[in-house]
């Protein structure tokens, strides 16, 4: 009974980290507490329990705690498993974080501390100091991976940063300190960039101040997702005017150009319609128009095709789910994780391509990812009343629409709907050729003639 008391720690700090960072940690800090508070945990459940069987009771005692006390919060990392490719996914960066922050160095901890209480002479015992310690130096390492930072590369005689407006994560660039703004923001809900615009944009930062803005919930904006019910489609707008009032105060301007990309373009459109002296133009790449209608048609496109590839599999489960829209991102995963296919683009490769950034820390990779699923959850259930035609009948600034000639046709068709009523001093709908849902990156130089004649016509 008094050894069982060695376990009481492992609980308390369950409930505890359940509480503080339901969804893993948020900077290295955290990461770095996680992982040594785990440690002592750990080596007190074996000293106390004097038990080799503290290594696994002290881990499950804190799973079982931190799973109680995260009842009730929403999200594919933190929602039961799902056997999908996406709960797969989730599992990993969900629960999986927890493993190697927490559940490992517990169990290393909870070895040394019975080890301690030991004096076996049996040759087995070198052989489990041996393990032990090798799972020691992987803790070890996993603690300075998770602590390094990002960062970024340098522009001579310009600017490079990585900065915070409020708890949403940017990343600033240009040649020129003195350059015209241009606020980027990512399409998918909890989105990250900052690879594909240093790697597939660097040429626009000869032009502008680029700043690339991580979405609530993803990378270095990741520790803005809770509470998730104040993650709305008018928080995305405000999150829109709180950035840019930050860089208009920060750089000293009065407007700046901003470029929006699918999801992205709901939060900025609203942003721009609520207040249009703050910006000199807009542009909406794969613009968002009516989202169900655009998912409903995309919905029989996927089942058409999954019936012409005689892929049973993909066609009971869109059977099974319906025409959208859905309550959850299981609900779109079958059009997610097949649009590739159905329409001949290369859209999918987008997530793991930005959770490589080098201005990610290790940790931040983790919630490029963790943040999409989270995030896109909350989040793209919101947009289902979404009818910019009803809801958006002008701007009050040059707008530019900008698509692939190889766009999913739905989206086109209802941009085209509200581009035809839309009042604005300027309107344009371009289209890139050989270019898909993220034309800007598909075709960059293209992409950069046109914010090159937007900024031109609008000086």
Request: a positive charge; zero cysteines; charged letters at 20%.
């Amino acid at each position: 009974m008094v050894r069982g008391v060695g376990l009481l720690p492992a609980l308390v700090w369950g409930v505890l980290a359940g509480f503080w960072r339901p969804r893993g940690p948020i900077f290295p800090i955290d990461a770095i507490a996680i992982l040594l508070i785990s440690v002592v945990v750990g080596v007190l459940a074996g000293r106390i329990t004097r038990s080799r069987w503290a290594i696994v009771l002290a881990p499950v005692f804190f799973t079982v705690a931190g799973e109680i006390t995260r009842v009730g919060l929403t999200g594919p990392t933190v929602d039961y498993p799902r056997p999908t490719n996406l709960g797969l996914l989730a599992l990993i960066v969900g629960r999986g974080l927890f493993v190697v922050l927490a559940l490992l160095p517990m169990a290393v901890g909870a070895a040394y501390g019975a080890g301690s209480q030991r004096r076996s002479r049996s040759p087995w015992r070198w052989v489990g100091r041996f393990v032990t310690g090798i799972f020691a130096v992987a803790v070890l390492i996993t603690g300075v991976g998770v602590a390094l930072p990002g960062r970024v590369t340098p522009i001579s005689g310009g600017i490079s940063e990585l900065a915070y407006a409020g708890k949403l994560g940017l990343m600033i660039r240009g040649a020129r300190a003195d350059a015209p703004l241009l606020l980027f923001v990512p399409g998918a809900p909890g989105g990250s960039e900052l690879a594909a615009m240093r790697q597939r944009l660097a040429a626009l930062e000869r032009t502008f101040v680029v700043v690339t803005m991580d979405r609530r919930g993803g990378g270095r904006s990741f520790g803005a997702l809770d509470p998730v019910p104040t993650f709305t489609i008018d928080d995305e707008r405000r999150n829109v005017l709180a950035v840019t009032d930050y860089l208009l105060a920060r750089f000293r301007r009065d407007k700046l150009y901003l470029v929006a990309h699918s999801g992205g373009t709901i939060g900025a459109t609203l942003a721009v319609q609520d207040s249009p002296a703050l910006f000199a133009a807009y542009v909406g790449v794969g613009q968002v128009a009516n989202p169900t209608a655009s998912d409903r048609t995309q919905y029989d496109d996927t089942l058409a095709w999954a019936r012409s590839a005689g892929n049973t599999a993909l066609v009971t489960r869109l059977t099974q789910v319906g025409r959208p829209p859905y309550s959850n991102i299981y609900g779109y995963e079958p059009m997610i994780t097949n649009e590739d296919a159905v329409y001949g683009t290369d859209n999918g490769e987008a997530l793991l391509v930005n959770a490589q950034a080098p201005e990610l820390g290790l940790l931040d990779k983790v919630h490029v990812l963790a943040g999409f699923l989270d995030s896109f959850d909350a989040f793209y259930p919101q947009v289902r009343n979404i009818d910019f035609r009803a809801q958006v009948p002008a701007l009050g600034v040059p707008t530019y629409f900008v698509a692939g000639d190889r766009e999913v046709p739905a989206r086109v068709r209802d941009l085209n709907l509200w581009f035809s009523a839309l009042q604005a001093p300027r309107k344009e709908i371009v289209t890139l050729k050989n270019a898909g849902h993220r034309s800007m990156f598909d075709q960059p130089a293209q992409f950069e003639a046109v914010l090159k004649r937007v900024l031109a016509e609008n000086p």
